[in-house]
């Protein structure tokens, strides 16, 4: 049986993170570096994946639990080395792998799938993914011979000077064919440069046996990047963020300011919605069409919008449904709450839904007027067609079609000041 596989890198030390974390737990739109590469390539149609883990180790295996399997490199002797810890998990098969770096986030699937169905179909032994770069960047260079295939990769440090003019460069990313790549890994040798096992000798091992060897190349080089410091965090969150808007603005989303618009990965947003600047959009959200999101709002992890929704400036929603046609214009916090249809929400509500031990949900229903300021203790419901004055700080059920007043009344104190 024929069997794709991925070995993801997940061992390095990443020192120019600074910081008492691995690197990879870093996050990105809330997840983790190195659960964005294995899922990945998950997405791109793999499923038996195993990540090479060392520093930090503990970390990386609580991101990944047991969706992965686990090789250790105890020493840091290379890439090559890296993937020697994971032949044991190799031997036997038939098929291909591809070999993946763990701080690699934001390849798209589409790309690690092309790039074993390229691989695949040219039936080569050894698939080097590449970009072609007109700056001088320390990446390895790719020489290919007259017919085209890869030839060697040649390491940065170790190019000499006519090398160092070669614009396709190596990006550490592979398709092998496994029982080839667990031959060649046996004559690895470390005579070079930093005195390790470069991955990339195994490529011109298979040229030199007259094996097929070959190159993709990758047009967007930002979907390749790899992290080092929080600088590159920074750059890469920025491409995925105006990657994800661009793709909602394509199907029928208007963000009138693309760049202070954060919207998570697995938002789901309906046609002609508007969503305004300054609007932070987590994970897990769905919101339906003709909804005006903005400007200044915050939609945490696990709200469902419907139709024709409003949710205004300095809103911020957490766990919560909101009916069709309900608006909350402004300043209001909704927290662990359901509120039904052709409800309005006056500007300074608050669902007051944690009591320090546990969280309790409000239910809102339709066709409502909450009153400016007002607080609701949960667990609380409020029935169909009621109102609430301004002010009300609600502990008990509102009935439907009941007026709901919880204030104290009113006292002046006349002289009191002097």
Known sequence: MQEIMAVVLAAGKGTRMKSKNSKLV??????????????N?????????IAVVGYKKEQVMSVLGDDVEYAEQKEMLGTG?????ATKFLEG????????????????????????EVSNERQESATVLTIMHNEEIPYGKIIHDE?????????????????LKIRELNLGMYCFDIEELLKALKELKTDNAQNEYYL???????????????SVVVTDTAEVLGINDRMDLQVLTKALQLRINTEHMKNGVTIEDINTTYIYDDVKIGIDTVIHPNTTIKSNVEIGEDCE????AYIREECKIA???????????????????????HLTYMGDCEVGENTNVGCGTITCNYDGSSKSKTIIGNNCFIGSNSNFVAPVNVGDNSFVAAGSTITEDVPEDSLAIARERQTNKEGWNK
């Open 26 to 39: 870093q996050k990105i739109f809330g997840k983790e570096i190195i659960r964005r590469a294995v899922d």
């Open 41 to 49: 390539a998950k997405n791109a149609g793999i499923d038996r994946i």
């Open 81 to 85: 080395h890296a993937v020697m810890q």
């Open 93 to 116: 098969k038939k098929g291909k792998v591809l070999i993946l770096n763990g701080d690699h986030p934001i390849i798209r699937p589409e790309t690690l799938k092309n790039l074993f």
């Open 147 to 163: 017919e085209g295939k890869v030839v060697e990769i040649v390491e940065y440090k170790d190019c000499n000077e006519e090398q």
């Open 200 to 214: 990339t000798d195994v490529v011109k091992i298979m040229y030199n046996k007259g094996l097929k060897t070959g």
């Open 293 to 296: 999101i903005g400007p200044n």
């Open 307 to 329: 139709d024709n929704v409003k949710i205004g400036s300095f809103v911020e929603l957490k766990k919560t449904t909101v009916g069709k046609g309900t608006k909350i214009p």
